[in-house]
């Protein structure tokens, strides 16, 4: 069964440096979206994407932030500068369509800032 | 500002039994979503509501929508140790998307 793949699994960088969060979404997916949960507490809609362009951003994706999607079958989070607060897992989830279609989460990436 | 209120957070029940999860919600929203989450997982999709008065079945999980009422249940009929889990609502509205907190369900037998 196609699955959403992550990397790394695990990410410890230090307050100000550059992290790239990678993931692998369904092959004939077309929707892309970050997510993000502090310690195991409430989750955190980042950013949806399609057709190479930013569809929904909330308040907390900032200029701190980008996504890209650099060839055919990556999707990257990028989070610039970054601080203490951004110390969470990152989830990566894919879907055919926007809405009526079940989204698809990868397993995370586990970001540990010091 | 959207807000999404879940409750209650935590329910222990026990095996047989039925009950149903609220979600409130502050703003008009296009999409309501209802996930889950086992301890150390990552999030699995349940159900997507997108129109006043859907109604989605999936085994054991009933997830509804009242848009007037702003209001989302999810029903656990019968529940078995399986469905022990965290689950979570969210709301899609205005380009952005808020989750509940989240409530804890433990199934006893």
């Known amino acids: 069964e196609p699955e959403v793949t992550q990397t790394p699994s695990h990410q410890v960088t230090q307050m100000g440096q550059e992290v790239i969060l990678r993931c692998v979404p369904i092959?004939?997916?077309?929707?892309f979206y970050w997510y993000r949960q502090i310690l195991g507490q409430k989750v955190e809609f980042l950013v949806s994407?399609?057709?190479?362009?930013?569809?929904?951003k909330s308040e907390i994706f900032d200029d701190q932030f980008s996504v890209e999607r650099p060839d055919g079958s990556n999707f990257t989070l990028k989070i610039r500068s970054t601080k203490l607060e951004d110390s969470a897992m990152y989830f990566c989830?894919?879907?055919?369509?926007?809405?009526?279609?079940?989204?698809?989460f990868g397993p995370g990436t586990r970001l540990l800032v010091l | 500002e959207l807000k999404v209120e879940q409750n209650p957070l935590f329910l222990s029940m026990q095996e047989g039994k039925n009950y149903t999860i609220y979600c409130n919600y502050s703003?008009?929203?296009?999409?309501l979503y209802w996930y889950r989450q086992d301890p150390g997982k990552s999030l699995e999709s349940l159900f997507v509501?997108?129109?006043?008065?859907a109604v989605k079945q999936e085994g054991r999980l009933m997830a509804s929508l009242d848009t007037k009422a702003r209001l989302s249940t999810l029903h656990i009929t019968a529940a078995v140790h399986d469905l022990s889990a965290t689950y979570f609502c969210?709301?899609?509205?205005?380009?952005?998307?808020?989750f509940g907190a989240g409530t804890r369900l433990t199934v006893k037998p």
């Open positions: 509501l997108l129109s006043n008065g």
């Open positions: 994407f399609y057709n190479n362009e930013i569809s929904e």
């Open positions: 969210a709301v899609g509205s205005n380009n952005d998307m808020r």
């Open positions: 703003t008009t929203s296009d999409r």
């Open positions: 092959s004939n997916h077309l929707y």
């Open positions: 989830a894919s879907s055919e369509e926007w809405t009526g279609k079940t989204q698809y």
